[in-house]
């Protein structure tokens, strides 16, 4: 029986007719874990800067430093492990994360002095950076039909591992020190070495390499977990090229095609999938998406550190706050795990939105909400207020990052997603790198009006960038080649 008369299926159609089950939500389970482990990790940043610079005698600088080095590995790391998921498999993108987080976690727990410190925590950085990776891995596993509504309950890992570490650092730090709570943070990544052997390479990543045989084979056991069936006839692979272009007509066949063809079938750099990127069709949806995640991380984390900024009074230009004369204070604690609640609304608030007016309406309407609750702090408040501005300024910050991690993937084809994915995290980074200095250092030398006046300016700034993305993603199916300028 010769294939006209099998008939041919695309992976979006099988994984449309397999459905979300059992086997995507063990996937979910394992993306979420990497997902759980790089929140943690973040969070702990708002916690032992305090601890560290009482017990070494560290200047606000070195103590900003202890943050800002973090992010720089991040910087680095998301470009990397985009290129290696890319060009090896998503496996080996995330074995590699979990390999250099989960170690360079555990050695900064015996740092001797502070160059050690520094060291270790910014090689943690550079293997939490791939955290795109889990992102790009588990969207290929997700039906279109409802990806926008999996995507957020995804995001709720990183929500629970912001709590959580808020939970731990409230346990750990008054009984303990700063070490446990750095060695405690590592578990998550220890668990994903241990269950990596059972977590799947994507199907579409697969396919696009040309071994349809090997997703196949996947998609078969994804049909005997979830107790469902392929459709009938044979899987046809993004990569042959030769067979999509005769029956693709002139008019929707991509401007991108010949390009995807040169560098998947005669490059074997891993550069390729970066100056992809470049290309006419892409250019203007990267660099605004560089500019996206620089305001989103910028204002999510400089958020979490004014929180810890403003979180114990604001008498005598924050003196209670930054001396941390007792450090069993729990003041900071309770307000860091306060505002690290927030989150879940700004998933709920996100999940109603997303498929409901779109991602880039979503993301513009929390910008400009998260806008409204940063305004008053431009002049001190009550402690009360402070913290419940904070709150709602957090809800939306989670809300508009949720939403740009699920629309960037959407944007772009398959060989290079989770470069993509991953460079524009790298480029977000920039802004955590800078907020500390923000943050901490204008908030500590007592100008916080112009520490919230920048935190607004960034808020605008990326209201504009979101208006100026050319396309809306609802809906869409995922493209292995380019998604339309329709």
Sequence with gaps: MDDEELGAYTLDEALAMVGFGKFQGLVLAYAGLGWFAEAMEIMILSFIGAAVKSEWGLSPSQESLLTTVVFAGMLIGAYSWGLISDNYGRRKGFLSTAVVASGAGFLSTFSPNYLSLVITRGLVGFGLGGGPVFLSWFLE???ASN?????????TFWTF??????????????RLNWR?????????????????????ESPRYLCMKGRTSDALRILEKMTSVNQTKLPP?????????GQDEECTPPEVMSPLLPLLRENIMQSKSGFSSFFMLFSSRLIQTTLLLWVLYFGNCFSYYGIILLTSKLSSGQSG???????????????????????????LPG????????????????MALMFVIAFVFLLPLLTRQSAVLTTCLLFGARMCAMGTFTVACIYTPELYPTPVRATGAGVATAMGRIGGVVCPLVAVGLVTECHQTAAVVIFLVVLILSVVCILLFPYETKGRELSDTMVGSS
């Design 233 to 241: 006839g044979i899987l046809v692979s993004g990569r042959t090229i």
């Design 147 to 155: 990806r926008g509504m999996w995507m957020v309950i995804f995001s």
């Design 317 to 343: 230009c924050f003196e209670t706050i930054l001396s941390y004369g007792n450090l069993h204070n729990t003041s900071l604690y309770v307000t860091s795990f306060v505002t690290s609640l927030a989150e």
């Design 141 to 143: 596993f997700v039906p």
């Design 180 to 200: 446990w709570l750095l060695a405690l943070s590592s578990v998550p990544s220890f668990a994903l070495l241990l269950l990596y052997g059972v977590a799947p």
């Design 347 to 362: 998933l709920l608030l996100s999940a109603i939105l997303i498929d409901r007016v779109g991602r880039k309406q979503s």
């Design 161 to 174: 591992g912001s709590i959580f570490e808020a939970s731990l650092a409230w346990i750990v730090m008054p």
